[in-house]
């Protein structure tokens, strides 16, 4: 029988890297102000990271005691004190931990090689954080494939395959690295008709060639060859034969040079209903999931870098009243987006043009470097022919629950005359003139004045990493 000691040996060797005994190595993370050093030991380092060993190893920089030191500007002290809690006492306590935090985590530990830690935190954002993974899809995604973490590669191919537009509509589309686009367009269960598919495909590969004609009418031989190698590992993925007569005509056919020349007589053949025998291979159809109720058979989804589904169902039962959320499937409300941050613009400026006069608007906000999402509701409008005030009972502002924020906070409009504040040479949208505001470029929450209580701990200006404004109507 062997007995286990694991959890003193872990306290012993936690307790060595913080009182710094006998190390050899000086390891500086960030830049400065905020630049901070760790002291550890090269014989610890080469049995439990041994990248870093490699390091200390090519390391020519040494301080006045003749201590080798490693510099990581790039890594931030927080996630570097993880990686080394982890290296030193094989643990580490991560409640409480922004999400961003722990991605930031997932990426340095992939760097470091250190495998075991990889596979444990991708396992860890996905049973614990599947909000955020959602909400920083495009991120996600495109990182998982850079770095070939295969579990987030996989979870996030399975809500691709159901939900396609997070990805295919998604700004970052045309940066998508080729490995992933394969993955997504072999998908048997890919819930996107054919031709949208080939639309994607050719968008995609245009973009990746700068200096091809924007006019396919101007396009020469040379152009199309360019096209067609950068396809070369897409094209053989298209369920040619599942395409409409019409579409291969007027998406297809005009792209016939990229695809071998009997393969588009098979195409021709297929589609003009001829017996005659094909060499092409046929791809099965896409199962394609429909739903035989139409009663129960409406599939709510919102394109948003910011809200998940579960946030809209929310919202919108704040905005109608009701004790219980809404079902996600059952959001009584279309939300359509009107405005995005990052496509459009943060300026004041261009919430006016996008958002002038119209009612029932949401309007979100990502905070950077948290997991707060901050937002309000207004059913009549801003307008910028007005100054002052506007009146209203319904409007309210809030905080939702998300990755580590568990609770979320509504805060309704308790003085009505003062709901709404228009403004245009100053303020973008504004809720109660200092309780939630886009001020100038930026957003920040003055004073708590015309709503119920506070939707974030701090007051003053906050930094963002998007907003998004929608305009909803009942469906």
Known sequence: ???????????????????????????????????QTFKVHSTVLCYRCPYLYDEFKKSTINNDDNIKIIQKPQISAKVFNFILKYIYGATINLEKVETSIIFDLLMTANQFQLEELVERLQTFLIENHPSWLKLSFSKIYNSSFQTDFKALQNYCNDIIAKHPNLIFESNNFNTLPETALVSIIQRDDLQLEESKIWDYIIQWGISQNKTLPSNIDDWVDKDFQILKITLQQCLPHIRYFQISSKDIMEKVFPYQQILNKKLVTDILKYSMALNEPMTSTILPPRKIVTNQLPNRGYTFQITSSVITNEHAAEIASWIDKKEVTYDVNNNPYEFNLILRGSRDGFQKNVFWNLCNQKTNLVVVVKVKDTDEILGGYNPISWNSDLIGYCETNDSFIFSLKNGNIKNHILSRVKDANNAIYNYSNNFGPNFGGNDFRLCRNAFNIHSINNYEKLIRKTTGEFSIDDYEVFQIKKR
């Open 1 to 35: 029988m062997t007995l286990n000691f694991y959890e003193n040996l872990s306290n012993d060797y936690v307790k060595l890297l913080e009182n710094g005994n006998e190390y050899n190595i000086i390891i500086e993370v960030g830049e400065p102000p905020v630049m």
